[in-house]
């Protein structure tokens, strides 16, 4: 079992950077392959990256790749969600989730398939 926490929404202008983090308690996030998804008012949960458990692999969508990095640092039991260039369409509710698997290769996976979520930070990106 882990809990997650994300922390660091806000509000930003287009151009900006935030930084998010997913505090995890409980078991260690080395035990977990962790993703990111947002959800914009009126939209559905959109997968934006995952990072393997040794954080040695990452995967990104199409739409994030090259503004977003997802790193962690294991000792604080945190992943961590960089978001550089954000767009006004970055605007969601932020939500990290854990899978409870093992894997040296990141690759994309949907809301149903992970095994714990957090419950979201806002990010708002306007002027």
């Known amino acids: 079992q882990v809990e997650l926490v994300e922390s660091g929404g806000g509000l930003v202008q287009p151009g900006g950077s935030l930084r998010l983090s997913c505090a995890a308690s409980?078991?260690?996030?080395?035990?977990?392959?962790v993703a990111w998804f947002r959800q914009a008012s009126g939209k559905e949960q959109e997968f934006l990256g995952t990072i393997t458990n040794s954080g040695g692999s990452t995967y990104y969508t199409d739409s994030v790749k090259g503004r977003f990095t997802i790193s962690t640092d294991n000792a604080k039991n945190t992943v961590y969600l960089q978001m550089n260039s954000l767009k006004p369409e970055d605007t969601a509710v932020y939500f990290c989730?854990?899978?409870?698997?093992?894997?040296?290769?990141?690759?994309?996976?949907?809301?149903?398939?992970?095994?714990?979520w957090g419950k979201g930070t806002l990010v708002t990106v306007s002027s």
């Open positions: 409980g078991r260690p996030f080395i035990m977990y392959i």
């Open positions: 989730a854990a899978r409870a698997r093992s894997t040296t290769q990141a690759r994309g996976y949907m809301w149903s398939d992970m095994d714990y």
